[in-house]
Nanobody
Framework: QVQLVESGGGLVQPGGSLRLSCQASGRISSINAMGWFRQAPGKQRELVADITSGGSTEYADSVKGRFTISRDNAKNTVYLQMNSLKPEDTAVYYC?????????WGQGTQVTVSS
């Protein structure tokens, strides 16, 4: 099993920045990729960004150029730096870890972008 603990959400004004962190524990060797998803009220959960164990990244079109995903393998932690935040970025953000046959989720952290 893999456990994921997120932190860093909160309330920020439009144009502001936040950094989310997600620390993994447990069977770390089972993880191939980690990423962030988000779910806004009334909408489906969507991929925001992910990063493989080799460092390859993928971003949703809506966040390209504004968000950056990175990982610190020594700390078993993945980060999501979010800049130039917009009200439409408001959602619960979930950390995700993917193995060959399994997928694990964090508990979610709320990000609210509002003036």
């Amino acid at each position: 099993q893999v456990q994921l603990v997120e932190s860093g959400g909160g309330l920020v004004q439009p144009g502001g920045s936040l950094r989310l962190s997600c620390q993994a524990s447990g069977r770390i060797s089972s993880i191939n990729a980690m990423g962030w998803f988000r779910q806004a009220p009334g909408k489906q959960r969507e991929l925001v960004a992910d990063i493989t164990s080799g460092g390859s990244t993928e971003y949703a079109d809506s966040v390209k150029g504004r968000f950056t995903i990175s990982r610190d393998n020594a700390k078993n932690t993945v980060y999501l730096q979010m800049n130039s935040l917009k009200p439409e970025d408001t959602a619960v953000y979930y950390c995700n870890a993917a193995g060959r046959y399994s997928r694990w989720w964090g508990q979610g952290t709320q990000v609210t972008v509002s003036s």
